[in-house]
């Protein structure tokens, strides 16, 4: 321990060494880190040369304002206060350190935002991206892989990025079975593992899509959507000839899913509890849109679309 504190007041510590000191502290009583900072003063050659004297005159000044030296004592106290300002000086340095060693080590190591049921949540990073996740989504970074020199995060669900330009610092998505890799740009993605693809739309900017499966990967361009299997890791591109109905623009996509899993979906995006009774009506697929922020209108174009009949009892709904 006194090596590391030497090396410390040295500025010779290894970034390596520095975390093992920080360890150290944590574990130690305030009397345990006072006995060895005392030693150390005690016994380490002290250089005043080295203390600056405007420094010291500050401390030295508010050493004098709580002490009381009797007459013709003055030039011992100066010389005591001259030495008790050299000692303060690398002593309050530590205990500086110290302090923010404690307060670093409560924040978590990892940051996660996740939305349930029925909810959605804008969030800003570090950097000044923003992202606004959906229903039953998830973004996490850790602090270190979310820096001044690194931006990567994870994600699952639906979400929509707004990702803040930095030429030299690209920004890394990753997720189950895909990475994106942007410098500055704004795009939709859905990846849940529930389904059988992930898709992405670009609005702007660049991106390079990669599949984890495969290591095969493309670079998109505004208005065009890319789809990657979940079970073979194959992707395909597409060019729109107009925006598609995501999330961020009010809508639900489906294309051939059966209505059993139409209705957990609309279940998770509302936070409401649809049931149907007529069992013959789970396997039956829809392709379609359906609004995403009112449940009676969604529930409006399923009924016209099965012939089926819609009541309501509550926060519950039946078809039949």
């Keep these: 321990m ?13 970034p390596s060494e520095l975390r093992q000191l920080r360890q150290r502290l944590q574990g130690m ?17 002290i250089d005043a040369s080295l203390a600056d004297d405007g420094r010291m005159a500050q401390i030295g000044s508010r050493l004098a304002m709580e002490i009381s030296p009797r007459r013709g004592s003055s030039g ?36 996660v935002v996740t939305t349930g049921r029925g909810e ?43 990702v803040h330009a930095d030429s030299g610092n690209p920004f890394v998505v990753n997720s189950e079975g895909l990475s994106i890799t942007v410098l500055g740009t704004t795009f939709s993605l859905s990846a849940r593992q529930d389904n059988d693809r992930a898709e992405l739309y670009l609005e702007k900017g660049c991106v390079s899509l990669c599949s984890s499966l495969t290591d ?32 961020r623009k009010g809508y639900l996509s489906f294309n051939s899913v059966p209505l059993s899993k139409v209705v957990k979906t609309l279940n998770s995006n509302f936070g409401c509890d649809i049931v149907v009774n007529n069992k013959s009506l789970l396997d039956k697929t829809f392709s379609g849109t359906l ?7 969604a529930l409006e174009v399923l009924r016209l679309s099965f012939d089926a009949s819609v009541s309501r009892e509550g926060n519950r709904y039946v078809v039949e």
């Design 120 to 162: 959605s949540a804008c969030v800003s990073l570090p950097d000044g991206t923003r992202v606004t996740l959906y229903y039953e989504s998830k973004l996490s970074y850790g602090a270190h892989s979310f820096t001044k020199h690194k931006r990567e995060v994870s994600f699952e669900g639906d979400g929509f990025f707004e």
């Design 29 to 45: 009583t305030d009397e345990e880190l006072s006995d060895y900072l005392g030693s150390d003063w005690a016994t380490s050659a």
């Design 291 to 297: 609004p995403a922020r009112n449940v009676d209108d």
């Design 2 to 14: 006194k090596d590391f504190i030497r090396k410390y007041r040295n500025d010779e510590l290894s």
């Design 216 to 247: 095969e990967s493309v670079v998109m361009n505004p208005n065009e959507r890319a789809c990657v299997n979940y079970k073979t890791g194959e992707i395909t591109l597409e060019r729109l000839a107009e925006n598609p109905c995501t999330l």
């Design 76 to 111: 011992v106290v100066a010389k005591l206060l001259k030495y008790a300002a050299i000692v303060l000086i690398p002593l309050l340095t530590i205990a500086t350190f110290y302090l923010y060693s404690e307060s670093h080590a409560q924040l978590p190591d990892q940051m």
